[in-house]
């Protein structure tokens, strides 16, 4: 029996489980694949080291440090995942978990079943609460993958050079954004039309929000840029010797993340949803 008082609904939490068990399988998949596809090009990339390093030496300092490369990157695996790791694949898994997070709730209207989970004993803050769990076990589940494959690739094709410290505040900056970025994707459903999927417009946050800190590194004029950028508050920059997690960014992401879901929570106690 389902009641108010229960936080979490365990029926509602399995079935959205199943619900995006297939996207979240797609996506997996792809993130491991380009995963490997990265780790397992580096040895052919450290043979071209001194090539690419000279490569380095001619870009503008204001490039390579907005694209996060030196002269240093092609020197380790850490160095070289860090560049990909930083943008794409945290693109992948952002595309995947923020476009999750902003249809989990609104594709209840959308394919209008919202009267009946709502004519259920539960009430919009168990609902609200549930699905913020699954989309959080969806999360952790693709961010862990993920880790294990990278992990098991260094491995492989590290050749013994790996900086396990690096890499560990890497992930912890990774999963940092990932969260945030998703609970931005809570938040887009509460103020757009119900739709079947965010996916540009999760692009183009994400993106965007790479491209506004890529800017800021570039041209001081516009150094204010980065400031809204969550990119701007954990660096990636793992060939710096102080390079250490970023206590105050990570903490700062994660209070304005619950902060986004907690106004995801209020717009959605007060929304009018249409069945």
Excluded at 58 to 70: C, F, R, S
Excluded at 100 to 126: H, Q, V, W
Excluded at 210 to 228: H, Q, R
Aim: charged share 15%; net charge positive; glycine share 8%.
């Amino acid at each position: 029996t389902i009641t108010n008082a229960k936080m979490i609904n365990y029926n509602l939490y399995t079935k959205e489980l199943k619900r995006n068990r297939k996207n979240l399988t797609t996506w997996s998949l792809i993130v491991v694949a380009f995963t490997l596809l990265i780790l397992g090009i580096f040895p052919s990339m450290a043979e071209m080291g001194e090539d690419l390093t000279k490569m380095m030496d001619k870009l503008p300092a204001e490039i390579a440090k907005a694209l996060g490369m030196d002269a240093q990157t092609w020197s380790s695996i850490t160095g070289f995942y860090s560049t990909y790791y930083g943008i794409y694949i945290i693109l992948l898994i952002g595309i995947f978990t923020t476009s999750t997070g902003a249809t989990i709730i609104s594709k209840e209207e959308k394919e209008g079943t919202s009267e009946f989970l709502l004519t259920k004993p539960i009430s919009r803050k168990t609902i609200f609460v549930t699905k913020m769990m699954s989309l959080f076990t969806l999360t952790m589940f693709i961010y862990i993958v993920q880790t294990v494959c990278a992990i098991i690739g260094f491995y492989v094709f590290g050749g013994g050079n790996v900086d396990w410290n690096a890499f560990t505040i890497m992930h912890i900056h990774g999963l940092a954004l990932i969260l945030f970025f998703t609970t931005t994707g809570v938040l887009l459903s509460m103020f757009f039309r119900p739709m079947k999927n965010f996916m540009g417009m999760v692009v183009g946050i994400i993106f965007g929000s790479y491209f506004l800190n890529a800017m800021s590194k570039i041209a001081e004029p516009v150094e204010w840029l980065g400031y809204v950028s969550p990119f701007h508050y954990l660096t990636f920059s793992v060939n710096d010797p102080n390079y250490s997690v970023s206590i105050t960014g990570a903490i700062f992401l994660l209070l304005l993340g619950g902060g986004v879901l907690f106004l995801a929570y209020r717009s959605y106690r007060k929304k009018d949803i249409n069945g």
